[in-house]
């Protein structure tokens, strides 16, 4: 597939809405606590959401610096790896408040998808995300699909904005992605990996989801 060209070097501030800011944050506390969440916003130099998280409506919230800001925050303080895995674990309690909040994008669904082959649920379950972060924010995202795998493309990536790392960073997103899929496929796990990611100097985040699922309730 081709895509666009990422456009990272844009001087505007990019942001995400409040109301996916306020679910990125309930879900890193979800999976932090409260103080371990508080050392995070001091460190990211956000003492502004120590006070109380943004609020659910479609104003701009935070930037994508911000979010960049939160990322280097954990991996300073849980190291690379750790810093990862939280993200990764905060990307999957998303999940839950997305629904919350954005169910009804996704409600409509619930019908429907129990007649659906699991393939088609996974599509469905990747264009409502990308719909949402389309919509909403500034993440540019694109979906695709070969034979044995669908790809989920970040265009323009408000997770690894103008950071440089030696390999993938967008960890939130995978979680998110994981999260995602076992709920629409009802139960399964896809294996996903960041195969590319603009941090590491790739043309944009690119994540593989294979389309056999690797487990079953
Ligand atoms: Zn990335």
């Given at each position: 597939m081709s895509v666009a060209v990422p456009v990272?070097?844009?001087?505007r501030n990019c942001t995400f809405p409040n109301k996916i800011s306020r679910i990125f944050l309930l879900a890193l506390n979800d999976v932090l606590g409260d103080n371990n969440m508080l050392a995070v916003l001091n460190t990211a130099r956000l003492?502004?959401?120590?006070e109380e998280f943004p609020p659910a409506?479609?104003?701009?919230?935070?930037t994508f610096e911000e979010v960049v800001d939160l990322f280097e925050a954990l991996e300073s303080i849980y190291g690379q790896r750790g810093g990862r895995k939280v993200a990764h674990q905060a990307g999957q309690a998303c999940f839950k408040y997305g629904i919350e909040g954005f169910g009804g994008l996704i409600g409509f669904a619930d019908f429907f998808l129990r007649i659906l082959p699991v393939g088609m649920r996974v599509r469905i379950g990747l264009e409502v995300l990308r719909e949402i972060f389309n919509r909403y924010s500034d993440q540019h995202i694109a979906v695709g699909e070969g034979e044995s795998a669908y790809v989920f493309v970040s265009?323009?990536?408000?997770?690894?904005?103008?950071r440089h790392a030696?390999?993938?960073?967008?960890a939130l997103m995978a979680g998110l992605l994981e999260e995602t899929l076992y709920w629409i496929s009802r139960g399964q796990r896809f294996a996903i990996e960041?195969?590319?990611c603009i941090a590491r100097g790739d043309p944009n985040c690119t994540f593989y989801i294979q389309k056999t699922p690797t487990s079953s309730q």
């Open positions: 990272q070097a844009e001087s003492p502004r959401l120590v409506n479609f104003e701009p919230g935070l265009e323009q990536c408000g997770m690894c904005w103008q030696d390999g993938p960073v967008c960041e195969t590319a």
